[in-house]
């Protein structure tokens, strides 16, 4: 198997699973309970938190643990908008990932919010100009991911940070596909939010960075745990798995990016010549920072992009048709819609995402079996 689908996730990594296996057999306790078997539970959380914001460049308060980014999404979105006494008036992207979009337009619904969505340019790129334009004096947060997860465009988040906080307001970005590939201390960000399982650590596992002086409404109420931002007895075994993880791969991050940035530069120019209608979606990839060093997506016009990846799975090599969370669905992409990829080529999506340990043999191999699929008699496209 030749495993190109990263984004979605990745292995779990052996240091990570060793890291947690003690806190789930005899460091088994509670952190919050006082006695030897819970303080050296509590002792690990601390442990993991630090190393987590060593990582990020912050304070270790501003770190709370989560089940997973969308629910750190979820807890610095409405978290900060919900506390935030300057107004409510949100700016993002219709490009963001749908745990992003979901929290905002519940802030809409329910709360009464009013949303301003940025045009992107054609790449999938947010202007620094855009952002100042769209801000208001009651704009509470602005949310932007770091890169996007279908297309691996890469916002220049320092730039919008100063422009929205220029203004007053707060910016969250949606870090996830960027742990691991790029730079995440010294973004300016308010908020900043991470997966575990996209880095090596148990699905399930996640963070929110909100720095610490901010008022944070929690989404889930009880014991207070997490500096009051996310109560529930933490899980202490997976909050050391993802510091571990998130770790590991900033130690690896230069390396890895120098590497796999050719080889992903190889699979683009070897697709692409496998048919002359074949479309890169996202920043070319001629542009240094602008995309994702691993990543790359297309469109196939009068292909499906699910037979694609089905027809590529037969043959060893695993691939994706754009977001993991919207696998399965006849609907065409969001973000390739944002884009103004018209609704019939924008099923036609397919997305390979090379993680650290892909090699050049291994995209050699799946060029040529990626050519061959392609090659194959059209295939129709449902309609939406």
């Not at 500096?227 to 529930?232: D, H, K, L, Q, T």
Request: charged share 20%; proline share 5%.
């Amino acid at each position: 198997m030749i495993y190109l689908d990263t984004a979605a996730t990745a292995p779990v990594r052996r240091e990570a699973l060793e890291a947690a296996w003690p806190y789930l057999t005899g460091t088994f306790g509670n952190p919050s309970s006082h006695h030897p078997v819970g303080e050296a539970a509590a002792a690990g959380l601390a442990d993991a938190r630090a190393r987590a914001a060593a990582v990020l460049g912050v304070r270790r308060s501003d770190v709370a643990f989560t089940a997973g980014g969308t629910e750190a999404a979820n807890l610095a979105i409405k978290g900060l908008a919900l506390a935030s006494p300057r107004g409510k008036h949100l700016v993002t992207a219709a490009t963001e990932h749908d745990a992003v979009l979901a929290s905002i337009d519940y802030l809409h619904r329910v709360h009464g919010f009013e949303v301003t969505f940025l045009e992107v340019a054609p790449d999938g790129a947010v202007s620094p100009e855009a952002l100042r334009e769209a801000l208001r004096e009651d704009t509470t947060l602005v949310s932007l991911a770091l890169a996007n997860n279908e297309i691996g465009t890469v916002h220049d988040i320092p730039a919008l940070a100063e422009v929205a906080h220029a203004s007053g307001a707060l910016l969250h970005t949606d870090a996830v596909q960027a742990a691991g590939w790029l730079e995440l201390r010294g973004l300016g960000a308010d908020a900043l939010t991470l997966s575990g399982h996209k880095l090596g650590a148990p699905k399930g596992s996640g963070l929110a960075m909100i720095r610490g002086r901010l008022p944070v409404e929690p989404l889930v109420h009880g014991g207070g745990q997490e500096n009051g931002r996310r109560s529930g007895t933490e899980n202490v075994a997976f909050a050391v798995a993802l510091a571990t993880a998130l770790e590991l791969a900033e130690t690896e991050r230069i390396e890895a990016t120098e590497r796999l940035r050719p080889l992903r530069d190889l699979l683009v120019r070897l697709v692409l010549e496998a048919r002359e209608d074949m479309l890169l979606t996202g920043a070319d990839v001629d542009r240094p920072g602008a995309r994702l060093p691993g990543h790359a997506s297309f469109c196939v016009p009068g292909r499906s992009g699910e037979s694609i990846v089905l027809d590529l799975a037969e043959q060893g090599v695993i691939s994706s048709s754009g977001s993991a969370c919207a696998a399965g669905s006849d609907e065409p992409s969001h973000v390739l819609l944002a884009l103004g990829i018209p609704h019939e080529v924008a099923q036609t999506a397919v997305r390979f995402t090379l993680g650290p340990r892909t090699t050049a043999a291994e995209v050699e191999e799946a060029a040529t079996v990626i050519a061959e699929v392609l090659s194959r008699g059209r295939k129709a496209v449902r309609a939406g």
